[in-house]
């Protein structure tokens, strides 16, 4: 008995309707792998939490935009494929000059990769965007210019930044300025009023009898005078001055601008104001008061250095002198 080997009939040579059905089961195949590396790659889009866009620069049309666009911007996206100005018109008022010079230097630069504006959202809140693009200039006949790029959502860390930047320059007490951002702010307002030829004001501001304060009413009781003061400070200064918490119970403030003579008026008011203050603490009322050392910049002075000198001296000038008073050096 003779075992007959399998065929080893070409493919071309089999039955055409077997030949069919080969090349229909190929076809299905490729169409299954090109379907699934579509899901794979709409999947991709749709997780990735940042838009990616395609525009036209010459004929200032959105050829395409991911999915994460409507849930960033909360709008849809046909609206914008057919008209770029919904993307334009999201856009922060005060951000949209930037955001325009930004995208045109992409022309020069071939790329802009530091791009970062606020638009508004469709819901009216207020998001910022880290917009990076690229030119792809295509080959064609018309030689269309188009511009690639990606837009991510980076609210939260420029949330965070301002979250850090605060805790850096605010005293967490008082909510005023700190010392050291009181004082970089000082010595740049100095600076400009030198170069401008302008005048400034320094004053030193110090509670009286403080120590007695928290050794008869606490701390607790203590800390709420700090608080009280400050925000008697921040409402008396006008818009532009400085005002900070440099030391315990010591308080400063630079008036950019501003005469010794108009400075003191705002010292006064200052005065009267604290002194209208109330504090209560177990059934017992307490009023406080302070002491100010005022002084204007002069043509001898080479920096903050001397103003904040000559403005500590009249402060404990004050304090000798009775207290509760301001005092001008």
């Known amino acids: 008995m003779v075992n007959k080997k399998p065929s080893s009939q070409p493919y071309n040579l089999l039955p055409e309707a077997a030949q069919t059905l080969l090349a229909l089961m190929h076809a299905q195949g490729e169409v299954a792998r090109l379907s699934e590396r579509e899901q794979l790659f709409s999947s991709l889009l749709d997780s990735v939490n940042a838009v990616l866009w395609a525009f036209d620069w010459e004929s200032r ?16 996206a046909g609206l914008l494929l057919a008209d770029f100005n919904e993307w334009r018109d999201s856009i922060y008022p005060d951000d949209l000059d930037y955001a325009e010079r930004s995208l045109a230097e992409v022309l020069v630069k071939g ?37 690639v790029g990606m837009a991510e959502d980076i609210t939260e860390k420029k949330q965070l930044e301002g979250e850090l930047q605060r805790l850096a320059t605010t005293d967490a007490l008082t909510q ?46 203590g800390d709420y005078v ?34 010794p003579q108009i400075a003191q008026q705002i010292a006064e008011r200052l005065q009267r104001e604290i002194q209208r203050l109330s504090f209560s603490h177990e059934h017992q009322t307490f009023g406080v008061t302070v002491s100010q050392g005022l002084t204007g910049i002069t043509d001898a002075d080479e920096s903050l250095d001397s103003l904040f000198a000559r403005a500590d001296a009249a402060m404990y000038q004050a304090k000798r002198q009775g207290k509760n008073q301001i005092v001008s050096g």
Do not use: M
């Open 61 to 76: 049309q959105v050829l395409y935009v991911s999915p994460a666009y409507e849930r960033i911007f909360g709008r849809p």
């Open 111 to 147: 790329a802009v990769e530091d791009r970062e504006y606020r638009i508004i959202a469709a819901d009216g809140k207020i998001r910022w965007l880290s917009d990076k693009c690229f030119i792809n200039q295509q080959t064609d006949n018309n030689q269309r210019v188009i511009i």
């Open 176 to 221: 005023s300025s700190n010392r050291r951002h009181f004082f970089d702010c000082a010595h740049h307002a100095f600076a400009t009023a030198r170069l401008d030829q302008a005048p400034l004001t320094f004053l030193l501001l110090d509670i009286d009898d403080f120590k007695q304060i928290n050794d008869t009413y606490g701390h607790q009781e």
């Open 226 to 259: 700090l608080q009280r003061i400050a925000d008697t400070g921040k409402a008396v200064l006008r818009r532009g001055d400085l005002f900070g918490r440099i030391g315990g119970e010591e308080f400063a403030a630079v008036f950019p601008g501003c005469t």
